[in-house]
């Protein structure tokens, strides 16, 4: 006997394939999809074989556990992987094949000696930081770590097959760092050239640039946040035709009516001002749900759209159902793609003052993920 599930991620994997080809068309530059994070809380497997059948040349996570784990599912194409820490496995990550980043002289050390050690070259690219502070090799250091790397490239230690940094405001297009930060990675470039490096592939996009900025998109773009459907600048009018992959729905586990006065959850910080009916939806902080969509998100029960009410709680919301008595059972969407009066995970975004990432990222924890393909499903072209 299998219960119905009482609150599930459901992932078009159509919608994923869709848009890599919609920002493929758009860039026409070698695609690098970005997939850390469980996929952005998508499922990492899944959208990693969607995004290879929609054409991705490239994968990208964050950390060498990533790549082992889309190795061992047979992802046997390129990986990019950026975020190493000292004395990483550097032995297993030569041997998975993958296409590590270094910034500092002393991942070289450490990488040439995992290659020394396993017997062949690793695969290196060169990260620069061009004004995002964040991971890189800073300008003062660039000559050095351009002449090591060749160094190392020459002794046999490795291929340096990139070369890239990563912007700070894509999302703001004529935010000045924009201007500032490609011309500083094209200073990068010309001193790596003038080194002797020729690595094959530069690249500087995220979602954003790769949509926004064409100057920017060198000869690869990284995208992520666009690649699940989500606007990579919700502020800027561009139009790129994405469609949300995920949505995040529950059963409704109980309703009950309110008389004025009635007050709601923890903290009572919220008392209904006349006669209610309010709904249980069995999902909170343990399935990711932001405590701060207290009072101000809504769902979609029954066509219509429903306000949270009260503090969010770690297994539950109630919504204000407004008087109607929808039978239990019925189905809450949280959010989903637009359309059919369903909010968005930008609406929830914007109500719980974070961002459209930061809320597909986190949702999951008790809650069950599920698979669909909207072209299979409804015999499409
Ligand atoms: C996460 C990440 C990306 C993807 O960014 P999006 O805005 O989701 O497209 C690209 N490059 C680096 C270095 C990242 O960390």
Redesign the pocket.
């Given at each position: 006997m299998t219960s119905p599930p009482r609150a599930e991620i459901v992932v078009d994997l159509d919608a994923i394939r869709h848009n890599v080809g919609v920002l493929r068309e758009l860039t026409g530059v070698t695609m690098i999809t970005?997939v850390?994070a469980d996929g952005?809380g998508h499922g990492m497997l899944p959208v990693a074989r969607a995004a290879r059948e929609a054409g991705s040349e490239w994968l990208?996570v964050?950390t060498l556990d990533e790549v082992g784990r889309l190795r061992a599912a047979g992802d046997t194409g390129r990986i990019l992987t950026?975020l190493t820490v000292p004395d990483e496995d550097y032995d297993d990550a030569i041997r998975a094949d993958v296409d590590l980043t270094a910034y500092s002289l002393g991942e070289l050390d450490e990488i040439e000696a995992a290659a020394r050690y396993v017997g062949s070259p690793a695969r290196l690219q060169l990260k620069v930081d061009t004004g995002l502070s964040r991971?890189g090799a800073s300008r003062r250091e660039w000559e050095a770590f351009f002449a090591r790397a060749l160094d190392g490239e020459r002794a046999g230690h490795w291929r340096v097959t990139g070369i890239?940094s990563?912007l700070a405001c894509?999302d703001e297009p004529g935010h000045p760092a924009n201007d500032a930060q490609e011309a500083s990675f094209r200073e990068a470039l010309a001193l790596a050239d003038e080194a002797g490096l020729r690595p094959e592939l530069r690249h500087l996009a995220?979602?954003?640039a790769?949509v926004l900025r064409p100057s920017a998109r060198f000869d690869a773009v990284?995208?992520?946040?666009?690649?699940y459907g989500l606007d990579?600048a919700p502020t800027v009018d561009h139009g790129t035709d994405l469609r949300p992959a995920m949505t995040a729905r529950a059963n409704l586990a109980l309703v009950k009516h309110l008389e004025a006065g009635d007050s709601v959850s923890y903290g009572h910080q919220w008392t209904a001002p006349g006669p209610t009916t309010v709904g249980l939806v069995p999902v909170g902080y343990g399935e990711g749900i932001p405590v701060h969509a207290s009072n101000v998100a809504e769902v979609r029960v029954g066509g219509k759209r429903c306000p949270v009410r009260g503090r969010v709680c770690m297994d539950q919301i109630i919504v204000d159902l407004g008087g109607d008595e929808p039978a239990v059972g019925s189905d809450v969407v949280l959010f989903g793609p637009p359309g059919e009066g369903r909010p968005t995970a930008q609406d929830w975004a914007e109500a719980c003052g974070t961002i459209n990432?930061e809320i597909v990222t986190r949702i999951g924890g008790r809650m069950t993920r599920r698979y669909v393909d909207t072209t299979a499903a409804v015999g499409a072209v």
């Open positions: 970005v850390k952005y990208a964050a950026w991971g890239w990563h894509a995220n979602s954003a790769a990284r995208c992520g946040i666009a690649t990579p990432y």
